[in-house]
């Protein structure tokens, strides 16, 4: 079995303990892996807080930590395929896109390489003729990055990308179920030549995770996952009142008018809740299709549904791979067979597959009759589509808006006047409109409520990393006047 090592000021190690990692496709061990205790954890702090404040780091010029980020870029394009061949093998994701997304984080390390020394500070006209005030825009400090699973590349690279280019420090715990592409990454980033301590790399579960998001020294918590571990968090990094962002996950309603182009709508459809086993944040789990065009749209998502390719994560060919654990696989069937009480009914799919793995089909539900199965407002990371009926667009954004969630959402019409009002009236973080899951470096990323807070890519997150420092230099020799009146 291949071993993996944590990484901690520039060292690589075993963790206190270690633990396999499964093969969500034969659902066998296939790898050890290092697992952090409390005292890896707060090494790990404390390599990252010594390189924050060494002059190495903290003296660089913005330019060159923009190279060295830019260096990272090269080193993870060149090393992609390997990478991707991990996270396919640790996470079940399909090979398909992990080898797409993993050559474009490298485009992301490259936009905030090239971030990196345009971050301004500014100049105020400031209402005393003796004073010089300037805005300094410094690192905010030391930042913990938590990250679940799925696309754990991607979503490091939105945290280290801006955090390395402000001049932060960071500790990223990899995720528990599947850390193999982080510590592989950490392999790669140690080439990259930062000083020791700039990024650590750590696994471990939530004990590892309060331990780091309540550790003194940390000043950020950047944290991706689910809504309930957010909670943990915000009430774990209150201790030392470190500021927070949230992406969390969604229930984003995907909007089909009768107007709409409905090949490309389907089409859209089975990428939004389909792919990548719909174990994605922004999956589009909630169909709202108007009331008119039900039959006909949900006849042709049922065929291309039923026609996906399922099979091995590391054949080109496969189209949907396992879930990423056994867990998910079993939440599948509760959550099915509770919305099915609920009078949800079954289009296609909806039973395990009878093969090794953590392996679930494409599912539809049609929940028009029962408003209130459990499929239309959990958050289900998987392939389950829940399908509701609209009349008008009043009910189309009554429903879109009835979730606590507000991460993503997509609008499928030929109307562009609708198409304006339906993005004016949507509460969510990002609106598709005739598209779907599409995201670049260059475009923020989140959500509201529920879906968190905060926002990842681009020019905003850099500045996130930093704070302002508000300076005043008094530019008289005249002695300083009553020294009893504030100024
Ligand atoms: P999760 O919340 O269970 O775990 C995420 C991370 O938090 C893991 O690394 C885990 O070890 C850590 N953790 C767990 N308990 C902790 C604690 N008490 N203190 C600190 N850290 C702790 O999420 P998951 O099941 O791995 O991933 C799925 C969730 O992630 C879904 O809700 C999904 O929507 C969300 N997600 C959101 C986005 C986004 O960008 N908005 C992207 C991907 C996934």
């Known amino acids: 079995m291949q071993i993996f090592q944590q990484y901690i ?28 205790g409390v005292a890896d954890v707060n090494a790990a702090v404390d390599a990252a807080e010594d390189a924050f404040f060494a002059p190495d780091w903290a003296d660089m010029t913005a330019t060159a930590r923009g190279k060295l980020l830019s260096r990272l870029a090269d080193l993870v ?19 398909r896109e992990t080898s797409a997304q993993i050559a474009y984080v490298a485009e992301y390390f490259r936009y905030f390489a090239g971030l990196a020394d345009k971050i301004e500070g500014a100049h105020l006209p400031i209402d005393k003729p003796d004073m010089e005030v300037w805005l300094r825009r410094e690192p905010v400090g030391v930042i913990a990055a938590i990250v679940p699973w799925n696309s754990q590349l991607f979503l490091s690279a939105v945290k280290i990308g801006p955090a390395l280019a402000a001049g932060c420090t960071v500790v990223l715990k990899a995720s528990e179920e599947a850390p193999a592409p982080m510590l592989e990454f950490a392999e790669i980033f140690d080439q990259a030549g930062f000083p020791k301590g700039v990024l650590n790399v750590i696994t471990g579960g939530p004990a590892a995770g309060a331990a780091l998001t309540s550790h003194a020294s940390v000043d ?23 500021s927070t ?15 709409a182009d409905i090949e490309s709508a389907v089409n859209a459809q089975v990428s939004g809740i389909f792919a990548a086993t719909g174990q994605s944040c922004v999956a589009g789990s909630r169909l709202l299709v108007q009331a008119s065009i039900k039959d006909r749209f949900l006849a042709r998502l049922k065929e291309k549904a039923e026609a996906v390719v399922i099979g091995a994560p590391d054949d080109m060919a496969t189209e949907v791979g396992p879930l990423c654990t056994l867990r998910q696989r079993d939440n599948a069937l509760d959550l099915i067979a509770r919305s099915v009480e609920a009078g949800a009914k079954l289009v296609t799919g909806g039973a395990a597959i009878d093969r090794d793995g953590f392996f679930f089909p494409p599912t539809i539900l049609d929940c028009s009759d029962a408003p209130d199965a459990p499929s239309l407002s959990n958050e289900f990371f998987g392939p389950v589509l829940s399908v509701v009926t609209f009349e008008d667009e009043a009910e189309a954004v ?51 409520g529920l879906s968190g807070h905060g926002r990842e890519g681009g020019l905003q997150a850099v500045l996130d990393y930093t704070k302002i420092k508000t300076v005043w230099l008094r530019t008289s020799d005249d002695p300083i006047p009553d020294p009893f009146v504030m100024r």
């Open 9 to 36: 000021g520039g060292e690589f190690s075993d963790g206190s303990t270690q633990f396999e990692s499964l093969d969500p496709a034969t659902g066998q061990p296939w790898a050890i892996m290092a697992e952090a």
């Open 77 to 95: 394009a060149e090393n992609a395929p390997r990478l991707a061949e991990i996270e396919t093998r640790d996470t079940g994701k399909i090979i």
């Open 220 to 242: 950020h918590v950047a944290f991706t996952g689910g809504p309930e571990t957010a909670r943990h968090i915000v009430r774990n990094s209150a201790e030392n009142l470190a």
């Open 245 to 259: 962002s949230l992406e969390l996950g969604g229930k984003s309603p995907f909007i089909v008018f009768d107007d």
């Open 398 to 448: 009554r429903l879109a808006n009835d979730t606590e969630f507000g991460l993503a959402s997509g609008v499928f019409t030929q109307s562009l006047t609708r198409a304006h009002r339906m993005i004016r009236r949507i509460r969510s973080g990002i609106v598709w409109v005739n598209t779907y899951r599409a995201v670049s470096p260059i475009a923020p990323f989140g959500g509201h």
